[in-house]
């Protein structure tokens, strides 16, 4: 049985080596780099951060994380945005992934959230195409300006 909880520090190497185990992720990830801690440490201290993990007994096999962003728009609506999902490789196929998002999407709803919305790399095809069954629409354009 898989739980969804809130990461804690012990997880933080299972969670960047999902993060780079794919095509993107290996370029620009580097496990064992100490900065992943303190990175850890800062989204732990904002409660409206959380980053959880799928555990299967002491195994952490996905992830993602659940940011709130307080806004004017919408009525002084809150969004809730969904980043990193991850679902380590032996586990992909399972419907963990959909489990995972589903609970975000729940958890924002429960938070007062009036929209839940992510991004994913436009190379990813497969990825669209999984938020789409979920109830995700492409209706924005979305643009970054990497440093």
Do not use: C, N
């Not at 299967?56 to 728009?73: H, K, R, W, Y």
């Not at 009036?114 to 991004?119: D, E, G, I, N």
């Amino acid at each position: 049985m898989v739980e969804i909880r809130r990461a804690v520090a012990a997880d933080v190497a299972a969670i960047v080596e999902m993060l780079a185990d794919d095509p993107l992720g290996a370029r620009r990830e580097r496990p064992g780099d100490a900065a992943y801690a303190k990175a850890f440490e800062e989204i732990d201290a904002d409660p409206r951060q959380w980053l959880v993990v799928a555990a299967d007994g002491a195994e952490v096999v996905g992830t993602l994380q659940l940011t709130f962003i307080p806004g004017l728009s919408r009525l002084g609506s809150t969004r809730a945005l969904i980043e990193a999902v991850r679902v380590r490789g032996d586990q992909r196929g399972s419907g963990l992934g959909g489990e995972l998002v589903r609970w975000a999407v729940d958890t924002a709803r429960e938070q007062g959230a009036a929209l839940v919305q992510l991004t994913t790399d436009a190379s990813r095809t497969d990825a669209h195409r999984f938020y789409e069954r979920l109830g995700f629409r492409a209706t924005h354009v979305g643009m970054k300006l990497v440093f």
